[in-house]
């Protein structure tokens, strides 16, 4: 990038800034990426997912042992000069998307071994708070057809928020740990590269060299954002980011410079059909569920004062006082202080630990709670 295109870069940023221009959802805009992100409105975007180029630095061909060249990445946009030219567009089109993003976005960045930790350490550098390392392990990856070496079955994913004073980023916990069988999800993905008819192809030729697994950017969207998020993707390629973020009832944003990607991509995003309101429902996180006191279960009459409460095994109780705390010998607090102090615990979830009885049956008082919340809703 020249002095001259970083001025005009900057120029635009300003202009973008102060200007009040709506951010166009749902499209995808050909251009450069760093000059199209850099005149959109800033604080905008909850999540983007970028693969910039990998610079593979690949020095010849590559043929499998029938002899039939393997299709690399061999194009122009995977190609720069130097690691300084490289490690210059990364710290560029970094500082764009960190202008781009909400207080409380986060960004997703993959690459390989030859260009992940060198994005790493310009992210760092730019004050984004890492957040995970994520392991895509390729449950069906490309051999090493050479044998000189370990064959390459894994992409790195860096997932990071704006700042390290950022809060409010989405992870949606639960329904991570729903989706990988109640079991809490780790940083080790075992996917399958894109292949069969996901595969876009222009006759036997791929029709991008890279192009993502729908499986990858589900899961990535699904941990990340909520229905009704505007996800942005620089490097749109193909279009899978949009592919999917359409399916999940989020917004999307691609940029992309060439023709025949571009052209791809709004075919296979046109074809795709968006899920009804009842499927784009999933787990929500226990903290995201609306606040309810203890007090309101005795002021709707779910909880009467003087009420007895005690634990599922019986064996420590506790009564109920008109302010909401609770009383048991010389203890006395909050329903969740006095469950601490009974058992000797540092601390304890009142909600699940205390139950009245009702009609000879231990009912926990957490099922009065999920009954406000559910009105609330």
Known sequence: MTKAT???????????????????????????????MNALPAGSVDVIFAEPPYNLQLKDSLHR????????????????ASF???????????????????????IWVIGSYHNIFRVGNAMQN?????????????SNPMPNFRGTRFTNAHE???????????SGYTFNYQAMKAMNDDTQMRSDWTLPICSGRERLKDGDKKTHATQKPEALLYRVLMASTKPGDVVLDPFFGTG??????????????????????????????????????????FTQSKKSEPRVPFGTLLERGMVQPGDVLVDGARRYAAKVR???????????????????KVQGA???????????????QLLSIDVFRQQLRAEMH
């Open 6 to 36: 970083k001025g005009r870069g900057a120029k635009t940023a300003a202009r973008a800034q102060k200007s009040n221009t709506k951010l166009p959802v749902d499209r995808i805009l050909k251009g450069d990426c760093i000059e199209t």
């Open 65 to 80: 042992p029938d002899n039939s060249k393997v299709d690399a990445v061999t194009d122009a946009w995977d190609q720069f």
């Open 84 to 106: 300084e030219h490289y490690d210059a567009f990364t710290k560029d089109w970094l500082k764009a998307a960190q202008r781009l993003l909400k207080d409380s976005g986060t």
């Open 126 to 138: 730019a004050g984004f708070w890492l957040l995970n390392d994520i392991v895509w392990r390729k």
């Open 156 to 166: 790195t994913l860096i997932w990071a928020a704006k700042s390290s004073d950022a």
């Open 240 to 281: 899978t980011t949009g592919a999917v973020a359409k399916q999940l009832g989020r917004h999307w944003v691609g940029i992309e410079r060439e023709d025949a990607y571009i052209k791809a991509a709004r075919k296979r995003i046109a074809e795709v059909e968006v899920l009804d309101q009842d499927t784009l429902g």
């Open 322 to 340: 008109t302010d909401g705390t609770l009383v048991t010998g010389s203890e006395m607090g909050s329903i969740h202080q006095v469950g601490a």
């Open 346 to 360: 540092p601390a304890c979830n009142g909600w699940t630990f205390w139950h009245v009885e009702r009609q000879g």
